[in-house]
């Protein structure tokens, strides 16, 4: 069956612009995860989602991050007013099962550089 | 908080030599252990994980022991190949303090199998 999926697959931006990163889980996974990896911080936490449940948006860097999940499927990162450090390979993945037990399913990422 | 350390490469192997990359983790509670792989060119994926002490988790001739008591997962595998050639990654999830299951990372480890 289909995997996660993540659009664009590169995104090239000026600083100071605003773009959105899409992802769209394994059909029936209820759970859904960001996640960014760069050179300097290795791969960090950003945001949870969990059914109709309030995100755990614990991991997000700044108030410039935002994130929604519409209809409890596909997934949007925003970044607002980027700046040269967000540059990084944002990953999203899915999982059937929350919690601890559940085994995540990654996209293969939106590298997104900021210029 | 929680956090995972594992052991900085690059690691260069010649094939069938035996490999080890050490993890050690720091937790609160009951994690559970993964290792994940990302091969060049395409995105993460699990390996094997252990949600529990002294299990052991294996796949593709790959094996970790989860160990309570010296809190480590070390990846080992007897012989490897070229196609091994990857960068690994060590991780824990927790539900202990209000986390929801997300995955914490150590910084990975590029191994690189000569022929």
């Known amino acids: 069956g289909a995997g996660v999926s993540q659009s664009p697959s590169n995104k090239v931006t000026e600083k100071g612009k605003d773009v959105e990163l899409r992802c769209d889980p394994i059909?029936?996974?209820?759970?859904l995860y960001w996640y960014r990896q760069s050179l300097g911080q290795g791969l960090e936490f950003l945001i949870y989602?969990?059914?109709?449940?309030?995100?755990?948006k614990s991991g997000l860097p700044s108030d410039r991050f935002s994130a929604e999940r519409t209809g409890g499927s596909v997934s949007t990162l925003t970044i607002q007013r980027t700046q040269q450090e967000d540059s990084a390979v944002y990953l999203c993945a899915s999982s059937f099962l929350s919690g601890r037990r559940g085994e995540q399913f990654f996209g293969p990422g939106t590298r997104l550089t900021v210029l | 908080g929680n956090s995972v350390t594992q052991m900085e490469g690059p690691v260069t192997l010649s094939e069938e030599a035996f490999l080890t990359i050490n993890c050690t983790y720091t937790?609160?509670?009951?994690?559970?252990l993964f290792w994940y792989v990302q091969y060049p060119g395409e995105g993460l994926q699990l390996l094997l994980k252990?949600?529990?002490?002294?299990d052991k988790g294996s796949n593709k001739g790959f094996e970790a022991t989860y160990r309570k008591e010296t809190t480590s997962f070390h990846l080992e595998k007897g012989s490897v190949q070229v196609s091994d050639s990857a960068v690994y990654f060590c991780?824990?999830?927790?539900?202990?303090?209000?986390?929801?299951?997300?995955?914490?990372f150590g910084k990975g480890t590029k191994l690189s199998v000569k022929p």
């Open positions: 059909s029936g996974h209820t759970a």
């Open positions: 937790a609160t509670g009951y994690p559970s």
């Open positions: 991780a824990l999830s927790s539900t202990y303090g209000g986390s929801q299951g997300n995955l914490i």
């Open positions: 252990a949600t529990k002490a002294d």
């Open positions: 989602f969990q059914g109709n449940s309030a995100p755990d």
